[in-house]
């Protein structure tokens, strides 16, 4: 079989193969035969189907899936023989002209690129680093025990106030015309903790049991709701009820009633801690990576394949389409969904995998068993029962290609920093965690 290997573009690639008619007619026969054993026609006792027979009825779809296999199986040979890692799937058409007694085909494909990374000495990235405070640990034990309040009718005359339940009747209007969702009886909420505009927590803040009160509300222009989006409402509210919260104090008991070994405030704190620290080690890590990856895509140059960044397009529409239908949305896999929604995620995906990819292995950086194992008990460290999770993870394959995914990310972000030009800064816990103070 001669073999032509053409370069088109950057990465594109064309070969063309050519295979004998009398081989491809030879499989063809073949499989007739093996067909006409088991076939089962009106007319015919089974095996008894006459070859002429079978061959006008199966003919056509035989030989063309002896064609595909044939000239896969050619393709694959001679990409091997080439020596070229092929990026996607071919796209191929027969060719006129070929010598008698053979059969011509053109593929038509992409190849990966190769990847420059640039001198990772000259490499600049920030890494983070942060503290779990006494202070964060005093938050978290105020969410757990809001998340085990209490609460209690306030006097008539007692006005709301922030962390206070209130049931309230309303309704709004937009230049006197009621809208949608804008009215609701005993309607309750926690005052002061964002679960209603910041002008509607505020008109209720201060007034007492049965009073009412008019006043305007601008609805964001981002608001959700597309029909008040930006648009100014009159509300009239009605305060109904005003509940005041208890909160458990932080003792003996409460750390007892939230299963802490040793039921005491101290292994409680100590618990909030060792959970805090664990988290701030994966978002440290996370963002850390995120850095370096940042980084190495601004020193790595390389081609895309088309075929690769189609593909990942592909993965990303499918999942959005899922989310989709697992939010509710009917008919989600069949929205329309532009693909330049997804290119710029995609491209970056692909880069990044072949850069990656590269690292890993001109350092063998591969992920180490070792490190697989310790990756998956830090995961299920977390649980109530750590040895049945690790089970679970080693149990499907899928489950830890993830796993060694993530280990080789991490091997090569340790083996960027090891080399970059480093600044530390330590960022506040609050910061980390998303939760710094406009």
Not at 41 to 51: E, I, L, S, T
Not at 66 to 71: H, P, S
Not at 128 to 142: G, P
Not at 297 to 306: R, T, V, W
Request: glycine share 6%; aromatic share 6%.
């Amino acid at each position: 079989m001669a073999i032509t290997v053409e370069t088109l573009e950057k990465l594109e690639r064309k070969i063309t193969l050519q295979l004998p008619a009398t081989a491809i007619q030879a499989e063809v026969d073949s499989r007739l035969k093996r067909l006409a054993r088991t076939v089962k026609m009106d007319g015919f006792r089974p095996g008894k189907v006459p070859m002429s027979v079978v061959a006008q009825r199966y003919g056509y779809s035989v030989h063309y899936e002896v064609l595909n296999d044939k000239v896969g199986e050619a393709f694959a040979q001679a990409a091997n023989e080439a020596q070229l890692r092929v990026a996607g799937q071919p796209r191929i058409s027969e060719k006129e002209g070929a010598p008698e007694g053979e059969i011509a085909f053109d593929a038509i494909f992409e190849v990966f690129p190769e990847v420059k990374i640039g001198n990772l000495t000259e490499v600049e990235v920030e890494r983070v680093s942060a503290e779990v405070t006494d202070e964060a640990i005093d938050k978290t034990l105020d969410i757990l025990r809001k998340q085990r309040r209490t609460f209690a009718q306030r006097a008539k005359d007692a006005p709301a106030q922030d962390g206070d339940r209130v049931t309230v009747d309303f309704e709004g209007k937009i230049d006197g015309e009621a809208f949608a969702g804008g009215k609701a009886e005993d309607f309750q909420f926690l005052v002061g903790e964002g679960q209603m505009l910041k002008e509607f927590e505020d008109a209720v803040r201060g007034m007492k049991s049965g009073e009412s009160k008019t006043f305007p509300l601008a609805f964001p222009e981002d608001y959700h709701g597309k029909d008040v989006a930006g648009k100014t409402a009159d509300f009239l509210v009605t305060i109904k009820k005003i509940e005041a919260a208890h909160l458990p104090e932080v003792n003996d008991e409460l750390a007892a009633s939230l299963g802490v070994d040793g039921g005491t405030v101290e292994a409680l704190r100590a618990d909030i801690k060792k959970n805090l620290e664990r988290e701030v080690k994966f978002r440290l890590l996370a963002r850390n990576k995120q850095a370096v990856m940042d980084a190495l895509l601004e020193k790595a140059e390389l081609d895309l394949p088309n075929a690769s960044v189609q593909g990942e397009i592909e993965r990303l529409s499918d999942a959005a389409r899922a989310d989709l239908k697992q939010r509710g949305m009917k008919d989600a896999d069949k929205a329309e969904l532009p693909e330049d929604i997804f290119r710029p995620q995609a491209e970056r995906r692909v880069r990044l995998g072949l850069v990656m990819a590269e690292l890993v292995k001109a350092n063998e950086l591969q992920a180490k068993p070792e490190q697989l194992k310790a990756h998956v008990d830090e995961l299920a460290a977390s649980y109530e029962k750590p040895e049945d999770v690790a089970r679970w993870y080693f149990s499907d394959r899928n489950r830890m290609a993830d796993v060694e995914a993530v280990v080789m990310e991490n091997n090569v972000t340790d083996f960027v920093l090891a080399q970059a030009k480093v600044t530390d800064k330590a960022i506040s816990f609050d910061e980390l965690m998303g939760q710094q103070q406009a």
